[in-house]
């Protein structure tokens, strides 16, 4: 069965940092883009980040504008785990954050998300 | 960027009655279109990609259509289960963009 599932999640205050895994199984992790999508209390989805596969463009990365310069994606194939390091965090930060796969037959929907795990921007 | 509209933003219905939920995109994504469902409490769910494909899985009263920039979702007939909140979202641009949201509520 394809799994996600993230950790490092907590309490953290303005301008603290918090690195976010998501370890994956049940699927060729380094064969598929990975994704970061946070939720913030209340809120609609959002997209943050993107991490393509390692074939073709080398794990190329994509951020969105409210997290670029601050948020970094990462990924370890061979641990089969996908990262976002987070610096000089806000309160608007504060949500839940997903890791996803994309698919590329389907193209690149998001098939698999992991369960979430909470971030709370906060002095 | 490319901006995803949903409509409308939230919704009563019946168990039974035919809901249809539209998404219009910024400028043309032809068919990357997707479409997911999330319960309270739950991570999202995709029902639908490349805007009429059915995911596996997912029962057949939920169809989408469109293409270009105005999408739609059709769920035949509402089930329990399927009060939630439906969000589209497109793949066209590296920027992964999803509509606001539409909530499904029993009336």
């Known amino acids: 069965e394809e799994q996600l599932l993230e950790s490092g999640g907590g309490l953290v205050q303005p301008g603290g940092s918090l690195r976010l895994s998501c370890a994956a199984s049940g699927f060729m992790f380094g064969s598929y883009a990975m994704y970061w999508v946070r939720q913030a209390p209340g809120k609609g989805l959002e997209w943050v980040s993107s991490i393509t596969s390692n074939g073709g463009s080398g794990g190329t990365t994509y951020y969105a504008d409210s997290v670029k310069g601050r948020f970094t994606i990462s990924r370890d194939n061979s641990k089969n785990t996908l990262y976002l390091q987070m610096n000089s965090l806000r309160a608007e930060d504060t949500a839940v954050y997903y890791c996803?796969?994309?698919?590329?037959?389907?193209?690149?929907?998001?098939?698999?998300w992991g369960q979430g795990t909470m971030v709370s921007v906060s002095s | 960027d490319i901006q995803m509209t949903q409509s409308p933003s939230s919704l009563s219905a019946s168990v039974g009655d035919r809901v249809t939920i539209a998404c219009r995109a910024s400028?043309?994504?032809?068919?990357?279109l997707n479409w997911y469902q999330q319960r309270p409490g739950k991570a999202p769910k995709l029902l639908i990609y490349a805007a009429s494909t059915l995911q596996s899985g997912v029962p057949s009263r939920f169809s989408g259509s469109g293409s270009g920039t105005d999408f739609t979702l059709t769920i035949s007939s509402l089930q329990p289960e399927d009060f939630a909140i439906y969000y589209c979202q497109q793949t066209y641009t590296t920027l992964r963009t999803f509509g606001l949201g539409t909530r499904v509520e029993m009336k």
């Open positions: 400028q043309s994504i032809s068919n990357y």
């Open positions: 996803a796969k994309g698919v590329p037959w389907l193209l690149d929907a998001f098939d698999i």
